[in-house]
């Protein structure tokens, strides 16, 4: 046997072998994300103990091969999944905790609660399942990022970004960039932002890019959060907007078929509140379940809209503007 036929079989055995790792860590995930009893939902938190471990080891300078060594190789399928687009790379993360010391050194007294909040968002889980029968629940994971993601829905599960989640009275933001000001939230939302990416888990929806059904798409993980959480994580911006539903909505209607989510959605929105949107469609879905006679069939239909368009005319919302 040459030299090239045993590397090319060494090669050969080496794909294999990867393809095999991968192939089952593919099987695993979606063995979990198949998971139909909230009950046995994993909820997981060791991440942000690796966090605290590792930002201490990495020193003032914020080491990057510190933080990758303590907490983002031994991390959660969570961790994994939040690398790309927001985590990005050990690096990164460094350069936006250098920058924000101040802020990261005091959340930990906002992510250390966030293990004691296990049952109340299993609570949630449970309520889903009684309005949603076919509802599956995938793990949900706790992470720190790079302060631009306080949460999203993956094939690795249900991904929460907990320095998102740290507004107190004393929380330190004279680092925080006008965005960030405006965005982060108290850690007692963190059940509801587990409950709305959880909703987001479920749709089934078609793909359109109008920014009628981007809002129908968030504002409907908003309606449902609600129902089995008990609040939803938009409240600012319903303050503002309730009072303007009908100037809003006619500004809506009028661009609400484009792909244009400018002052809607996913951006700032100078002189009012961001993501509007969120509230619109929240209003519209809203309009759907409180017109139709059985609730869970209603549930069913919201979280597999492949008509926005007929949603829309069906709940009904229009009509109150006529």
Partial sequence: MNNVTRLSMRLSCATIFLLTVFSSQSQDNAKKNQNKDPEA???????LDHFWVALKKAG?????ET?????LVPGSDGIKGFMKGRIKSAENLAKVIKSHQKYYNYIRVCTDSIAGMKNQI???LVKLKDLYPEA????VYFVIGALNSGGTSSDDGLIIGAEMYALTPNTPQDELQPWLKAVIKPVSQVPHIVAHELI??????SDDASLLAASVKEGSADFIAELISGKHIN????DFANPKEKELWLEFKARMNKADYTEWLYGPSPGRPNDLGYWMGYKITKAYYDQAQDKKTAIHDILNIKDFNKFLDKSGYASKFN
């Fill in 136 to 139: 599956v629940f995938p793990p």
């Fill in 200 to 205: 987001h888990f479920q749709q089934q929806y």
């Fill in 122 to 124: 299993r609570n949630s």
């Fill in 67 to 71: 933080l990758t060594t303590l907490y």
């Fill in 60 to 64: 003032p300078d914020v080491n990057p």
């Fill in 235 to 238: 409240p600012h911006v319903h």
């Fill in 41 to 47: 939902t994993e909820i997981v938190t060791s991440d």
